[in-house]
């Protein structure tokens, strides 16, 4: 269920860009669209599935530990 | 040109204001930064020179490169490296919208509503940012000439209503521990204020850039005269002890109103104002981080990218999980300031030194 | 085109998100809470008494049916058990059928044997969680929290508000003190300070009345750190607030000074004090200067006191009575090593340079503190009549 709801929202923002983009020929546009997108989807989808995503906190207050006295 | 907008100096203030004001009516982690006693009221002035000396690698790196944003100049000093050090900042930006969806929904359930899932927050917030990032920057500017005085208003107004629970006695004795833990004080709401990097994305499209120099030295005075008014009232209706442990020590001194038997209950101004600042707050740093990546792969317009790059806010903050206890670990002074300062202070430095030394850009007096 | 297509959508999203909170909470789903006492068992459990208000019968019933049988109490009462505070709030739902309301309960009493045993692991919930309000006012039971809530009153349909109306009606005499979660948490939090609470006891009144007993306000209950040690009774409890500065009102009854066998009465109109802390010698001495005003308020005797002289031989005989009452609070606290007064935050304004020395051993520094009580009252007006009706001439 989850997952098909995400699916709709990807398809419908995808439905909603390139097809104007693909008229007007932004070309560059369209692939850093594309690039955004599927970063996009991989991220919630790993989130929707169950799977425990790194968080980007610890590893930043791990390093500053490290470096700071 | 990818925003053809412009915004006048006032305006940039208030963005900045709204967006670093609105997040200390919360947290306010300055109590709690050495010598986090009753001093704080004073030794934050020590702010304002501090503010300033982080601005300047932003004000000379500006002078040099006028037309040009943090992320143009950026690649035009270090050549190659400069996609990626956009990109750091990118993910910088990123990672800070992240915490600043985090606060606004962790405050929601902690405060307001403890059984909304917090999820539901942030997908609100980040759709109505991405509505407001979509008209660019001129109505980014308009919205925080809108808001600031709200704001402002609401901030003055409880606290003129707390006059009566004010106990200047609080503040006493003065300088306990003498001035020289005022530079501690002083840094962490510098640290805190990664807006700095977010003005100097938006310079260029300041209408008169001979203002430059206004933004850089009355934003710091009006943020610094805010967070005296919100610590001074703090301390004084709870004292130091009380106020360091709330987690929101604003919210619970406006909780605290009373004027006679029919004017209580007012938080929910608090809560109106916070809603209203952080949207601006983030749809400001939405706004950045669209504009860098459409500059740093020269596009045309940003806009395609705000409804991907929303997924990807929502995702992100998602990864940050909801741990308070965690995460107020990872926003205290030992260890987010040093966090911001590498990026507001180190690698702005490296980059002046740098444009310094291989000649580039203009210098024009 | 696209436009338009945007805005259909987010009229869509708005509509879904927007019809109302997620957390709404209507008034026919809730139970208010009108009164909380807070008891500790012999074994350790909390045993929570929750007043419940009953809109429906508050709306329904006239007052003055009230008492002839009609209309019925607007109020009923929860007696819930668990090891914690929230853990007995969570059980009350099973004899609850609606959800417990916590944002209009100004009245929170604590039992003797709880307040005994410790404020602080009782009050932890009310600091941490979002809902009861800071500025409710609390108690501390002679007795058992129970009886208090349980007990009905005369005037109000709601004994809860009757209690909430006692504390804000003590200013009147100053003889118990006024005191809201918020000025507890102050005093709490302090390392020196020791907290004190209005006292509530429970007061037969004379047979044939409807209601058998009423909740009264009995002075004050005196706590070391967190921990119930001692009642101070009216006196000592005026003595405590003259100190702090904190007399609002109330009558001094002090003998005439043309006759003694005859008793005068002082009204005070405004008090205010002044602490000021020395160190001497390394041995801290306080002086406390208490100034009031008062008027004359009433006469017993038949002589004639509109004159300087009597006037002046009052204000002595009023600063006489004042100090009498803080001499007796303080002693008190001084022999149970209890610092009600804030000397200690006195001491840390003036001396921060010597007070983390003092504060390792503040309770036996302010026992045997030396406290100068100095105190400049006056009276001023007398009243709209300025002799008694069958005044006598003053024998020469």
Known sequence: MKVFVLLLVFALIALLEIPKLIRKKEWPELITFSILLTIGFILSFLQVIGVELPNPNKGIEKLIKLLTP | MLEGGKISARQMILLVFVSRVIYWITSLPVLLAPPANQDVWIDLWMAVPIYWIVALPFYFLAKRFPQQSFYEYTQAITGKAGPWLGILYVLFLLHITGLTLTNFSEFFTTAVMPETPSLFFVISLTLIAAYAVYHGIEVLGRLSELIAPIIMIAIIGVVLLLVNDMNLQELTPFLEKGIYPSIFTGLSPVGQTIEIIEVAIILPFLNDLRKTKKVFIYAPLLLVFFLFILTFSELTVLGDDLAKTYTYPFYNIVRLIHVGDFLERIEVIHVTIWILGMFVKTAFQYYVIVLGIGQLFHLKSYKPLILPMGIIIVASTNMLGSNVVAFREFLSFEIYDWYTMFFILFIPSLLLLTAVLRKKGEYSK | MKKRSLNFMLCLVLSFTLTGCWNRNELNTLAVIQALGIDMMEDGQINLTIQLLKPGVLQGAPAQTKGEGGGGPCVWIATVKGKTITEAIRNATTQVDRRLFASQ??????GETAAQSGLSPLLDYYFRYNKPRELAYIFVAKGKAEDIINAENEQEKVPGKAIENLAKASL????????????????????TSSSFLPGLELVKRPAGTTIEKQVELCGTAIFKKDKLVGWFDGKESRGLLWVLGKVKSGILVVKSPEDESQKVVLEIIRASSKITPELIDGKPTVTVEVKEEGNLGEQ????????PDAFRELEDKQAEAIKEEINAALSKAQEWGVDLFKFGTEYHRKFPAEYP???????????????????????????QASKPIRAEKKTE
């Open chain 3, 105 to 110: 309960n100004k009245v929170v009493v604590i």
């Open chain 3, 172 to 191: 009147n005499t100053s003889k118990a003190p006024e005191v809201t979660f918020h000025d507890l948490q102050r005093s709490l939090v302090s390392k």
């Open chain 3, 300 to 307: 017993m005797s038949s002589v004639d006191l509109s004159n």
């Open chain 3, 357 to 383: 020395e003092l504060e390792k051993n503040w309770e036996e520094e302010f026992k045997n503190m030396v406290v100068n009580v100095e105190i400049d009252a006056k009276v001023l007006r007398e009243g």
